[in-house]
Structure formats: structure tokens, C-alpha cells
């Protein structure tokens, strides 16, 4: 990686960086907390990984964070796994998300947006009164604190309201898009028994509407913990037999209880699929949920009462649960349901152009999607309020910045942010008063000591090596559901380097403090942020008798596109044929998610295995990606050798 210092794509202006939330917190806390008051960004980073407890601490006054209990420290264990963060300290994550109620009662907290393009906004004391209708109503149907509530639902008010309402009792939330199928649903929701279930009867995508009744029908068959569902006719049809009417729960004009729970109470259940096995079932905290996010968002994102945060992103991805969390700025959230790409390319602008978005947050993808069908932003959108675009989901490659720079605005803060499902966070990314590089992320996330390491530990600089944080964050997983004994949560990120998280990227950490993603470390397939193990897709097709066995690698390119294809070793006498390709792909897009349809099914004369029996991933990705066999594989580990050769000669003829 070159160590030169080529000339920033954006550079904030002085008045931007001074009036930046960020900087007011630097000289705010330099007076109170003795951070660093010169030195900008980079000074207030060190402190606050060096003195990780007065950090926080003044994150949580900066904010007016409400303990109703107070605290006795920040931090009583650093330990990883394990920090034990405000032991204590009691508070609640929905009581700070309704906050704006009190004083902006009559302007909009959520702007619905479908594929209309029009949108509907719903005011802070609407959202609040809600919210305080539903969290009666599920007292009165017995949910209590750490009861798991589950939602099947698309990106409509309704998801959030039934979020915040679950908060507020002290009960679990989680949820699952409805293009999910009824398997990928089971394989989560069974984990964590739900006693109440929030459903729609279909949603409408790319101008097309789609029933989800008889999925719903087979969840509540197989969910047997449920205690009531609840019926969202967004199709306009019927409730069924023995469900509930969500106008019947919300129609009370009740103010909201919150439940005071302990910092650590956990609050949500998000799913990030491993290689083998179930679903990772991740809980993360009221209180870690609600600290990171009001610095992530507050000082990182610079949002505030005057924004308007949009985000493409769908209730199955953690950016969902992320867009909420912009309520607790005060800000205005943007929420959208349907196609991204609908009725054309240039959707989400036109979106954007309608809300009057400030911050406006996509995929990597979808920018390379407009940049390859010549969609032209600023020509055709009046986006004069977008002063941020953000990007995740996959790295944005060089060629996208230059896009969004060229056709968006020059004088435009782009920020491509990386972190994970596991943290519901960001490692790295925005940053209001640091530069933009292209290719780069602007720098680690405050509280984050993030670094790039070698296989022994070593701390490189300006060389790809492992993405690793050094110590706790608050919204760490408390702990994986039906993991007595922390050993699954143990070995998904502290089995490589002891005590530090290692999270699966490779990463870059230049000079300038600035990070590169080059990509996934594991074999994990991440499809416009959604992940999904490999395991899923092997389940679901090695029921076609035709499969003998499969492998599924999803590649990351260096144009910013993903490549997943399918290998398949067929049995005896079976042909990949048309009728047979149709399967596969039907067998995947109704049992598991659309998104992850292979881009390619090829036929291969077999599965190469570990000699202990495992399918080699990692190895075939590497060799996908052009690395040498010797590179790519430790030979002596491998079944059979020659299996491997087809990968490495397939990955020479695609160049």
C-alpha cells in the first residue's frame, strides 16, 4: 500500500469544522474531562481509546443521558468478552428516543415513504402516543421484561412503533423482512421464542404486491411460544382467525411507561449467519445500544433536530435498527419501503430529493449500479440539502467516490463507513472535520482502538492484515442467545488473538489514520449487507435430489461488485439443465432470502473437504480472487488437491 499522501477528494471548510458537533464536544470536554483541546480529530481519538472511561462518561453527559438509577463506574471489567459497562445504572433506550416529543411535538419524528415517491410523515406526539398505546397493550397481554417480541415486517412506521414499544415494557425486540422465507424466519425466531409476533399480510415490491399470508400461517404454526399476533394489513386484507388488529392496539391516547432496566438489559436480537450451523443470535444492550449510538450518530454522522436521515436498508439488516436509533438525535428518519432501483435507477435520489435528506445513506452497490445506467444525481434531483452521502454494505471502490464527487456535488462530505451486525455499529468512517481520500474511510470511530494485525499480533501500518479492537465497546454483544456457556460467542471473535475482537475483515490502516476494507477474512456471504452462512444455501439445496453437494463463495471485486456463485456436484446421471437451474434458484429465493440467488450455478466435478471433513471456503475465495495455490491453501489439509484445481483454473479464465 502506498504510504504517499495523495490530494483529498473533500475537505471541510473551516466554518464546517467549527461548527461541527464534534468539535464543540473537543473543547467541551477538554474543559471538563482534561481531553486534548488542540490537535483535532486525531488527539481526541487517542484520548479516547487511552482513557476509555472518562470517554464515555462524557459521551453519556454530552448526550444527557438519564440514568434513573445512578452508576458506580463506567467500566467494572474491561475483560473481552465480558466488559461489564455502568454497572448499576438503570435507564431506558425508548424513553431517549421519544425525547424530541417534549419539545417538538407537531413536526415530523418519521417521513414514510413507498413506491409512490410520496411520503406520509407521522409527528413526534403521534410516534409517542403510539408507542405508549401498544406498550399498555402489551403489558395487558402479559409480555414482561426480557420477553422476546418478534416483527415480520417491512419498513413501514409500524416496525418502529412496535420496536419502541418493546423497549419500553423491557421486552426483546427482533425481526425479519417478509422476503424472507419461512425458512430463514424459523431458523432465527425459533432461537429466541417470541411470545407475540407483529405480522403483514404481504408488501409490495417493484411495483408488484406479495402475499405472505401462508408464511405467516406456517410461522405461527411452528412458533408455538406465541401468545398473540398482531395483524398490519398493508395489502388491505382481513386479520385471520385469533389474531389482533394493530389499529385496535394504537388507537388509545396513552403516555408511554418506560420500564428503568438495568444497563445491560438486553434489547434487541439481530442475526449474523457464521459458516456452519444456526444463525449467530446476537443481543446487544439497552444502555451499550443507546451510548454508541448517540456518539455514532451524534458527533460521526453530525445528525441533529435540523436533519433528515435516510438510509436504504430493510428490518432484516442492522442498519434498520441503526436508521431508529436517529430518533435519538432529535432527527427526522426517512423510511423506505420498497425497491431500490423503482421505477428506475435514480429511486433513492428521487427519495431524497422529496425528503429533503441531509444525510443520505445507500450501498456501495446502488452507487455503482447509477454510475454503470449513467444516472445523473445532480441534474435530475434538486439535492441541494444532501450535504452527506453515506455507503456500506460492501467497500466503495475509487471509482465511486469519483462518481459521487463528479455527479452528485463537488463540495460533498462522502462517507464510506464499515462495521457490523456484531456491534451494530461502525469500526471506521464518518468524520465531519477530517478529509475524504478516495478509497478511504476517514478514520476509527471514537472509543474504537481499531488496528490491522498480522497472524502473530503485530500492529501494521500501511499493510492489509486483520481488522482487531483492542478493547470493550459498549455495544458488543452481552452475549449470543442459547450460548450457556459463551463458547460460541468465545470463538466467533476472540479464538484468533486472545481478549481482542477479530472480526473477519481485512483491513488497511494508512499512515494519515485513515482505514481501507479489502474485504471479508471469512466466508461469510454478505449480499447488500445481509448476511447469510453458506450453511443455509447447503441446506436448503441438497434437499433437490439431483445436488449431491454444494459450495457457495461470495467474492468481493475490485470494481465494487459481488460474485456469488454456485458449485454444484450433481449425483449420478443428474444434468444441470434449465429445469433444474430453475430449482435451485426458486429453492433459494422462496426457503431462504431473493438476495441471495447464486449469480452463476456451475457444475464442478466436486466438493473439495478439510481432512477432518470440512467444505474449504476460504481457500476457493482466495483462489477466486486470483492468490496462488500455495497462497490460498495448506495442501496437506486438503482431501484432494486436484478438486482445488478446477477453482484456480476457473479464476485464471475469468481473468
Known sequence: MSTTNPSPLWQPSAEGIAQAQVTKFQAWAAERHGAPADGGYAALHRWSVDELDTFWKAVTEWFDVRFSTPYARVLGDRAMPGAAWFPGGTLNY???????AETRAD??????????HESVPVTWSDLRRQVGSLAAELRALGVRPGDRVSGYLPNIPEAVVALLATAAVGGVWTSCAPDFGARSVLDRFQQVEPVVLFAVDGYRYGGKEHDRRDTVAELRRELPTLNAVVHIPLLGTQAPEDALEWSALTSADVQPVFEQVPFDHPLWVLYSSGTTGLPKAIVQSQGGILVEH???LGLHCDLGPEDRFFWYTSTGWMMWNFLVSG????????????????PDTGAQWRIAERTGATLFGTSAAYVMACRKAEVHPSRD???????CVATTGSPLPPDGFRWLHDEVREDLWIASVSGGTDVCSCFAGAVPTLPVYIGELQAAGLGTDLQSWDPSGKPLTDEVGELVVTNPMPSMPIHFWNDPDGSRYHDSYFDTYPGVWRHGDWITVTSRGSVVIHGRSDSTLNRQGVRMGSADIYEAVERLPEIKESLVIGVEQPDGGYWMPLFVHLAPGAVLDED????IKGTIREQLSPRHVPDEVIEVPGVPHTLTGKRIEVPVKR????ASMEKAVNVGSVDNVELLRFYEKLARERG
Open 327 to 342: 430518533l435519538l438525535t432529535g432527527t427526522t428518519i426517512v423510511l423506505y419501503d420498497g425497491s431500490p432501483g423503482y
Open 107 to 116: 413536526e415530523p419524528a418519521l417521513l414514510y415513504v413507498d413506491e409512490t
Open 381 to 387: 434531483f434538486d439535492l441541494g440539502r444532501v450535504r
Open 294 to 296: 448517540l456518539k455514532q
Open 580 to 583: 433444474l437451474l430453475n430449482r
Open 94 to 100: 425508548a424513553e431517549h428516543a421519544l425525547r424530541a
Open 623 to 626: 483462489l477466486l480472487q486470483g
